[in-house]
Antibody, heavy 116, light 109 residues
């Protein structure tokens, strides 16, 4: 059973860089999309971007200029960086692993507040 | 970008009810649609993919239908554990983007 766990900072200040890690355990994750998704308080889900096993990335156009996703396949670990955060980036951030266009495995999510 | 619109946004229902909710895509997506259930404070859970294929381990009271632009998630007999918010999600083969709908909250009538 694949398990994912997000880790990262607590409170961020506006203009800082959000950095989150996702550790994957419990199974092979080849052929998956390693993905970040977020959910603002009381709102719906927003896809941030993914990295594929071959290193190909794709990002939500609304966030593309600020997002970088990287992967360390040897250690089953992938990361999210979001630069120049504002209060609008306050959200629960989920890592998820998907295949065939869906997300079968999710982390528990981590709340990242942005406040001055 | 393809947009997904879910309705209703809120669905009051009682235990034992048959409930249905809709997801409409802004353009045809064949059957590239999934449904998720999310409970407060929890990550979403995949219920259905390929518009109508039940994810392993998911109760058979959940079913999905549709293709093209209009999709439906049906719960045949609502149970207490089914009160949650349901999201649809599509994957666009080009340019490989994912989109979620705004959600339908199934709540106690």
């Amino acid at each position: 059973q694949v398990q994912l766990q997000e880790s990262g900072p607590g409170l961020l200040r506006p203009s800082e860089t959000l950095s989150l890690n996702c550790t994957v355990s419990g199974g092979s994750i080849s052929d998956y999309y390693w993905t970040w998704i977020r959910q603002s308080p009381g709102k719906g889900l927003e896809w941030i971007g993914y990295i594929y096993q071959n290193g190909r990335t794709n990002y939500n156009p609304s966030l593309k200029s600020r997002v970088t996703i990287s992967v360390d396949t040897a250690n089953s670990h992938f990361s999210l960086k979001l630069t120049s955060v504002t209060t609008a980036d306050t959200a629960v951030y989920y890592c998820a692993v998907g295949a065939a266009g869906t997300f079968g495995y999710w982390g528990q999510g981590t709340l990242v507040p942005v406040s001055s | 970008a393809i947009q997904l619109t879910q309705f209703p946004s809120s669905l009051p229902a009682s235990i034992g009810d048959r409930v249905s909710m809709t997801c409409r895509a802004s353009q045809g997506i064949n059957r590239a649609l999934a449904w998720y259930q999310q409970k407060p404070g929890k990550a979403p859970k995949l219920l259905i993919y390929g518009a109508s294929i039940l994810q392993s381990g998911v109760s058979s009271r959940f079913s999905g239908s549709g293709s093209g632009t209009d999709f439906t998630l049906t719960i045949s007999s609502l149970q207490s554990e089914d009160f949650a918010t349901y999201y649809c999600q599509q994957f666009n083969n080009y340019p490989h983007e994912f989109t979620f709908g705004g959600g339908t909250r199934v709540e106690i009538k």
